[in-house]
């Protein structure tokens, strides 16, 4: 059996709980694989599970998300083999690791076209994006859409999305300079929403009439504000928390505004059957290899700076994604 470094916590905390530790690799079972990772992706449910935000039974490995080259395969397992160049958004969080084994339903073959980089920085925040567009509720070419964090890892995926899509994706976003890659990677306007009312400014951008769809993954700090961009009848998607969850809802707000609708979507939801999750991953790959879609790199980390990593996160100072190379 070998070993491989791999990061856990033992119990909740910020980045100082973070540790990196020799953990044993054996052989897959009935339906997994054992994958010799290249690079992994930070991604913000990271932080809501080493926080305790999202729970996890203790002491737990962490990590959701890698890209590396099949090594074994368990009975059973047939759409990936030995020597497979794959990637994966996944549970159970153990990612952050030299190896692993874990279930095989969610492990997608890997173009030889993509890097192992850029396919441990896509697969989570870009099927995320696949299913918010194609998933969630029906869009289309000249509809529009406000992106909350839109320079952020799962942002700048989502702004060249929507351009590919002919889809109107009005950005915001905490700096000015992050409002102009958000420009730069295909949003329509871009608004500073530590430094304007972006509610108002949608009103002024949309003649008025208010947006078709908002895809809040802020949270408590936005989520006002969504549900007072939406145009009547539109739809508030609130998929995540990165300022803090959003306080219980008031259904009656929801007739008052003009009839709106609200999902909490999550990719897991989405990812959970084993072919619905090959179609996402296969688009995205498609998305990115035919040059619609370049996936930004903003910072590489080895693995040991996994705790500078985080910090970095949750203080606004990354762009695009994140990648620890084990
Ligand atoms: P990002 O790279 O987008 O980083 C989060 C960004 O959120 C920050 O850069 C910051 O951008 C913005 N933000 C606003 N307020 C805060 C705050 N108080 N603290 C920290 N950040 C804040 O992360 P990811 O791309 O990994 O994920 C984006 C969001 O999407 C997360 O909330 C994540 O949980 C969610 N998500 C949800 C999924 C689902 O299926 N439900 C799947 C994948 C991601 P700025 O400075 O511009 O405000």
Known sequence: MSMAKTVIIEENGGPEVLKLVDRPVGDPGTGEVRIRQHACGLNFIDVYQRTGLYKLALPHALGMEAAGVIEAVGEGVTHVRPGDRVA???????????????????????????????????????????????????????????????????????????????????????????????????????I??????????????TDGRGVDVVMDSVGRDTFQGSIDSLRPVG??????????????????????????????????????????????????????VSGKVKVQIGARMPLDQVAEAHRQLEARATTGATVLIP
Not at 118 to 142: C, D, I, N, W
Not at 196 to 201: I, S, Y
Not at 268 to 277: E, G, K, L, P, V
């Open 235 to 288: 739809m508030m998607i609130s998929f995540g928390n990165a300022s803090g969850p959003v306080p219980p809802v008031d259904l009656a707000v929801l007739a008052g505004k003009g009839s709106l609708q609200i999902t909490r979507p999550t990719l897991f939801t989405h990812i959970a059957d084993h072919a619905r999750c090959q179609d996402m991953a296969r688009r995205l790959c498609d998305m990115v």
């Open 88 to 190: 994966y958004a996944s549970a159970p969080p153990g990612a952050y690791a030299q190896a692993r084994v874990m279930p095989a339903t969610q492990v997608c073959p890997l173009p030889d076209d993509i890097s192992f980089e850029t396919g441990a920085a896509m697969m989570l925040q870009g099927m995320t994006v696949e299913y918010l567009f194609h998933r969630t509720v029906p869009l289309k070419s000249g509809d529009t859409v406000l992106f909350h964090a839109a320079a952020g890892g799962v942002g700048l995926i989502a702004c060249q999305w929507a351009r590919a899509l002919g889809i109107t994706l009005i950005a915001t976003a905490g700096t000015d300079e992050k409002c102009a890659l958000a420009l730069e990677h295909g949003a329509a306007h871009a």
């Open 192 to 205: 500073n929403y530590r430094t304007d009312d972006f509610a108002a400014r949608v009103r002024d951008l």
